[in-house]
């Protein structure tokens, strides 16, 4: 390859793609082959869960990428880690831990939420992570009892978008200004980061090479994301279809990502054909970001969208879903569609940890 723009030569890969390359390998091999492999797989939210096979010095890569992120927003060796990771995702302790270095607490998003602010409270953390979801858990749970944790400096959310009322919750339990966003995906870790203070996400360029395209796979400003990951070689991926809408401009002669604005098939569709993709749901529920804790929204079918929301206690009840609706009268359709708010105490995660903020029952 000369340069770069041979590689719009290559045909995109989907994940399907991507899962049939990896089985076809294995039953080539076989599992003993594999077996000392670090493995893992995906959440499944976009289907089936997608395994995922790295040689030991891949993974190192991986999670050089996340210390690099880390040290960019101030980390230092002596600094304690909180985190919440799945079940499955729980580490033991290194050498380097047990002699105080890079020490780090983590309890899993399963357990008892009265347990993981117990854990908390005794580390005391400099450094915050987890997904979103089972960070607002948690922070819902200390503001609604009046708990104060100690404010740690840095506080990393991954996994999931950040939305308006979510940065909320988190900022009013972790402390503000101390909120930063990671943009990855489990099968190459993390592809660009944020610096605290800053609005956008620097691309990780070294490692790997983000592509913006339109429908007609032209390169735009804002469009679907392809990846091309630079040092995985055992199932390498080139073109990897995220499906991520991505919002880019340049700044300082680089793209960065000024906006994730979430799943390409994230959006309400209509008989008619007729679409509203999901940064414009987006947009209207943020605007309510004082008044909200969380929210999803359900289309059940073309003409019923059900939007579930979680109020503050000093918010109006009524008021609240007036303007909600008048709000998706007003930008999402306003003709043959009910609108109906239904008010929960807590929108508890899904099966796979997180979260989803809009599901579409329509085919």
């Not at 990896?22 to 939210?45: A, H, M, P, R």
């Amino acid at each position: 390859m000369a340069d770069l723009s041979e590689l719009k030569n290559v045909p995109v890969l989907e994940k399907e793609d991507y899962r049939t390359l990896i089985k076809s390998l294995v039953e080539e091999k076989g599992d003993k082959y594999y077996q000392n492999w670090f493995e893992d797989s995906t959440s499944g939210t976009t289907g089936i869960p997608l395994r995922i096979l790295r040689t030991w010095d891949e993974r190192a890569y991986m999670l050089a990428k996340w210390m690099q992120v880390l040290y960019l927003n101030g980390y230092k060796w002596r600094d304690i880690t909180f985190s919440l990771p799945s079940p499955g995702h729980i580490q033991r302790d290194s050498i380097v831990q047990r002699f105080g270095i890079l020490k780090r607490y983590s309890i899993a998003y399963t357990d008892p939420i009265e347990d993981q602010v117990e854990l908390y409270l005794k580390a005391k953390p400099s450094v915050v992570y987890g997904n979103k979801t089972y960070l607002v858990q948690l922070a819902l749970h200390c503001n609604e009892n009046n708990i104060k944790l100690p404010q740690p400096y840095l506080c990393v959310s991954f996994a999931e978008k950040m939305d308006a009322p979510s940065r909320s919750v988190l900022e009013k339990c972790f402390g503000p200004g101390c909120l930063m966003e990671i943009y990855g995906a489990l099968e190459v870790a993390i592809m660009a980061y944020q610096i605290t203070g800053e609005d956008y996400f620097h691309m990780c360029h070294t490692t790997d090479i983000l592509e913006v395209l339109d429908e007609n796979g032209q390169d735009t400003n804002y469009g679907n994301a392809l990846l091309t990951n630079l040092f995985i070689r055992s199932f390498p991926m080139i073109r990897y279809n995220l499906r991520d809408m991505l919002d880019t401009e340049i700044i300082n002669g680089l793209p960065v990502i000024k906006k994730i604005g979430g799943r390409q098939d994230d959006k309400i569709k209509f008989a008619d054909g007729k679409t509203v993709p999901w940064n414009i749901i987006c947009i209207i529920l943020d605007r309510r970001r004082h008044e909200l804790k969380q929210f999803r929204v359900i289309q059940e079918d073309y003409d019923l969208i059900r939007i579930v929301v979680a109020k503050e206690d000093v918010a109006d009840r009524s008021a609240v879903a007036n303007a909600i609706i008048a709000d998706f009268r007003k930008e999402v359709r306003n003709e043959g569609v009910e609108y109906i708010v239904d008010f929960v105490d807590r929108i508890p995660p899904d099966p796979n940890g997180k979260i989803r903020l809009l599901i579409s029952k329509v085919r």
